[in-house]
Each structure stands twice: as C-alpha cells, then as structure tokens.
Nanobody, 126 residues
Framework: QVQLVESGGGLVQPGGSLRLSCAASGFTLDDYAIGWFRQAPGKEREGVSFIRSRESNSYHARSVRNRFTISKFTAGTMFLQMNSLKPEDTATYYC????????????????????WGQGTQVTVSS
C-alpha cells in the first residue's frame, strides 16, 4: 500500500520561499505521474505542478510558472520548491501519485490520481 506524507508547510511572508517534501512508502511503480495540488478554503482543488516518471519535462499551472519547481522522487522523497510566494498561494498542498501513464491534458485533474497525502498548510502573509 502506497503512503504519502507531506511536510514543509508553514507561514511565510510574501516574496519568501518554502520547500515542500512528499515522502513515499510502499512505492515500487516504474511508470507513474506525480504532482502537487492545492486547495484553499471554499475553492476547488487545483493542480499546481507535475512530472511524469519517464520524461524530464515538468508541467505547471500558469499561476505558479517560473516560481515553482517540482523534482522527481529521490530516495523516496519528492519536492516542490516554491519561490516568490504570494498571498494567493495560501492553501493546503497535497502530493499525489497516478499509476501508469497520464496524458498531459489530464495531469491537472485530481480524479486521475490513485494515492494522496494528508496535506500540509502553506500560509503566505505579512
């Protein structure tokens, strides 16, 4: 059974940085997609950043492009580096894994993912 545990969230001032971690256990997949979603109070869960296991390209929501960087799993952990944070980035962030290949157009849709972490809160405020 795959389990995902996020960490690294917290309170940061606008313009600051955070690095979120997602530690996976029971994970032996070879072909998969991984990524980060976020959900703010009263809003739907939205896709943030994604990467597929068999390629080096990463995919980001327009709102975070050039500010967020996603890494692949290394020693069972993947990361989301978030720079130049804005108040609108405030949300609970979740990592997720999809077994098998997923087309780019479906990467940002939560319904396509099989495993989820419990979430970590990110608050950007002065």
């Amino acid at each position: 059974q795959v389990q995902l545990v996020e960490s690294g969230g917290g309170l940061v001032q606008p313009g600051g940085s955070l690095r979120l971690s997602c530690a996976a256990s029971g994970f032996t997949l070879d072909d998969y997609a991984i990524g980060w979603f976020r959900q703010a109070p009263g809003k739907e869960r939205e896709g943030v950043s994604f990467i597929r296991s068999r390629e080096s390209n990463s995919y980001h929501a327009r709102s975070v492009r050039n500010r967020f960087t996603i890494s692949k799993f290394t020693a069972g952990t993947m990361f989301l580096q978030m720079n130049s944070l804005k108040p609108e980035d405030t949300a609970t962030y979740y990592c997720a894994i999809r077994r098998g290949r997923l087309i780019v157009g479906s990467l940002f849709q939560p319904s396509h993912y099989d495993y989820w972490g419990q979430g970590t809160q990110v608050t950007v405020s002065s």
